[in-house]
């Protein structure tokens, strides 16, 4: 009996080792199963450089139609930049016209002189609302920035040595910007 119950216990224990893998069977699904692993990474990663690769496509055709774009509104601002300021001139132009065609015809000088006085004073008033200011030059010290000296007189007095005598034209600035220097006359 002793024995039949060591036969069944070799028996059972030999079954059991049969049914247990052993360390090589182990170590090959474990190869197996990082193989898929690195294989289902490999997928992963493929996915991945596709989708960023589609992305930059995607920034890169964005980019160049923003470029395009902003190419052709420099150009149209260039080309047609002026236009609010030229819409806003042409009614002193109109106002020439009529002056030109007044003074054909007309016997009193004061009349036309008053008309072509108001015409230039609309002409300035138009400059100013576009940013335009005149130089002022009438005894202001002489600056670089702001002048630009034709002629030097000696000074009739101690006060006007550095000063600005006349101007022999007139600077303008465009928002803080000087567009034409004064062209002026200075006391040594």
Do not use: W
Request: charged fraction near 35%.
């Amino acid at each position: 009996m002793k024995e039949e119950k060591n036969e069944e216990i070799e028996k059972n224990e030999t079954q059991q080792e049969a049914e247990q893998p052993t360390a090589e069977t182990e170590q090959n699904i474990q190869e197996e199963e990082k193989e898929l692993t690195i294989e289902e990474q490999l997928e992963a990663a493929n996915a991945e450089i596709a989708n960023l690769n589609d992305q930059l496509l995607r920034k890169i055709a964005e980019f160049d139609n923003y470029r395009k774009r902003t190419i052709k509104e420099k150009t149209d601002l260039i080309l047609n930049g002026g236009e609010k300021t030229i819409i806003t001139i042409l009614p002193v132009l109109d106002d020439m016209e009529r002056a030109l065609k007044n003074m054909q015809q007309a016997d009193d000088v004061k009349a036309v002189l008053e008309g072509v006085e108001l015409i230039y004073k609309k002409f300035i008033d138009i400059l100013e609302k576009q940013g335009v200011s005149i130089i002022d030059t009438k005894e202001a010290d002489f600056d670089v920035d702001l002048h630009e000296a034709v002629a030097q007189l000696p000074a009739p007095t101690p006060e006007l040595k550095g000063k600005v005598m006349d101007c022999t034209l007139t600077g303008y600035k465009l928002n803080e910007k000087v567009i034409r220097h004064a062209q002026v006359v200075v006391g040594v």
